[in-house]
């Protein structure tokens, strides 16, 4: 296993299957280009609205060409998805931010108004307290040096300022974010900076970049952002989610990468942030991907690794108000888990399994100490990755992801609907 390097393939690409990693691999060339599906233009080989799959329906969606990564229900009724499109002319790769709305649980998706015309770099966290008040974030803009922060009001979308890191960066992203309340939001994310140049002793040979990463914390306070202190971590790490479950109660996950490949806990008490010891997991290495819950009912999910040769299995832990606690998972499960969300009694979570020459969807479900398994295959998309899911007051979900065809090859925006 090269440790370090495959933890940090996982946070500075979109990482949902070795094709689309592959892509983002070149976000921020220069002269990468841009283009869009045509307005109201259905994903190329989706499944129409209303076609089974596992108990779960694919949506008609109204674009084409990209990933969708990120989601969230905004209230009753509403629920967004967040994601890119993907540009490649053979010599540059580009991506645009771009944002679907349901209005209604059997509603149609619709494509919002562009929120960053001319960014160049991935949507990777959505967050909002109503459809009045939402967050989009994501990358480090290599061209502008800025990060894409806007927030929507309703009927419009304001660029917001977050101040970049000190020092050289190589790369800077935002991937997760919780805005329950109006007037306040939490990004986190990660940078690495450029700590050394070593001249390579061999005659023309490339200049070694030794670079650092480490985890960002942004808060809005109504009126601007502010970087918050992060808890003292040796070596590079940095951090995936975050939920606020109050004003004096937010957690924040994420993982190392080298020297030890470990899962990161953060806990903010409204003072300030501090590292939670993790529990005990099986395997040599591990990762926290999502976190969220309420009070008193906090979970996380991720994946472990079980040895060097091993793809990844499904990592859970669950927070009951005083302890943290590793859930075993059901045996024979393999991959890694990317999000999860709070449905009563439990627990809903999403990822893929890429063991096989094929990524295949993976989907569990965890209440009242029961384990389910979420069929969330789609007819006609051999393969298939989910990168979100976000649930309605009665456990009705929403998967967010992508998947590719035999007739479309590049990765295509999937969404899915049901209760599993």
Same mark, same amino acid.
């Given at each position: ?41 259905? @994903?190329?080989?989706?499944? !129409? ?68 015309? =001319? ?13 009045? =008040? ?57 940078? @690495?900076?450029?700590? =050394?140049? %070593?001249? +390579? ?46 004003? =004096? ?8 990468? #080298?020297?030890?490949? %470990? ?23 591990? !990762? ?50 990317? +999000? ?25 479900? #965890? ?23 976000? +649930?309605?007051?009665?456990? %009705? ?6 998947? +590719? ?16």
């Amino acid at each position: 296993m090269q440790r370090g390097r495959r933890w940090a393939a996982a946070a500075l690409v979109v990482s949902v299957t070795t094709a689309v990693t592959a892509v983002a691999a070149g976000a921020g060339a220069a002269g990468a280009v841009t283009v869009r599906a045509a307005a109201g233009e259905p @994903s190329a080989g989706a499944a !129409e609205a209303g076609s089974p799959a596992g108990g779960f329906v694919p949506a008609k969606l109204p674009l084409q060409d990209a990933v969708l990564s990120t989601g969230v229900r905004l209230d009753a009724h509403t629920t967004w998805a967040a994601g890119f499109r993907i540009a490649d002319d053979g010599q540059h790769t580009g991506f645009a931010p771009v944002v679907v709305a349901r209005d209604s649980p059997g509603g149609q998706w619709k494509e919002l108004p562009s929120p960053a015309p =001319d960014f160049d770099g991935r949507a990777t966290a959505l967050a909002g307290s109503s459809p009045r =008040d939402a967050w989009l974030l994501g990358d480090l803009d290599p061209r502008s040096g800025r990060f894409l922060a806007r927030h929507w009001n309703g009927t419009a979308w304001t660029a917001t300022e977050i101040e970049r890191p000190p020092g050289e960066l190589t790369t800077g992203y935002l991937l997760g974010a919780s805005a329950p309340r109006r007037g306040s939001a939490w990004a986190v994310g990660g940078a @690495s900076v450029v700590t =050394d140049r %070593r001249p +390579s002793p061999a005659p023309g040979g490339s200049t070694e970049v030794v670079t650092r990463t480490t985890g960002l914390i942004e808060h809005w306070d109504g009126a601007a952002w502010h970087r918050l202190e992060a808890p003292a971590i040796d070596g590079d790490w940095w951090l995936n989610s975050v939920t606020e479950i109050a004003p =004096d109660d937010v957690w924040a996950v994420g993982n190392t990468s #080298y020297p030890d490949d %470990r899962p990161v806990l953060l806990h903010y008490d409204g003072r300030g942030w501090s590292r939670v010891d993790t529990p005990a997991f099986p395997g040599l290495y591990g !990762e926290y991907q999502s976190v969220a819950g309420t009070p008193g009912d906090v979970w996380v999910v991720g994946r472990a690794v079980l040895a060097d040769k091993d793809r990844g299995h499904p990592l859970v832990a669950h927070y009951d108000g005083r302890t943290w606690t590793t859930v075993p998972v059901p045996e024979g499960v393999a991959g890694k888990l990317w +999000s999860v969300t709070a449905v009563p009694g439990g627990m809903a979570a999403v990822g893929w399994d890429a063991s096989g020459e094929q990524d295949r969807p993976l989907g569990l479900r #965890y209440t009242r100490g029961r384990w389910q398994t979420l069929d969330l295959s789609v007819p006609g998309y051999p393969t298939s990755s989910y990168q979100a899911v976000v +649930s309605d007051p009665g456990g %009705r979900l929403t998967v967010i992801g992508a998947g +590719s065809t035999a007739k479309a090859p590049q990765y295509q925006p999937l969404l899915l609907t049901g209760r599993g």
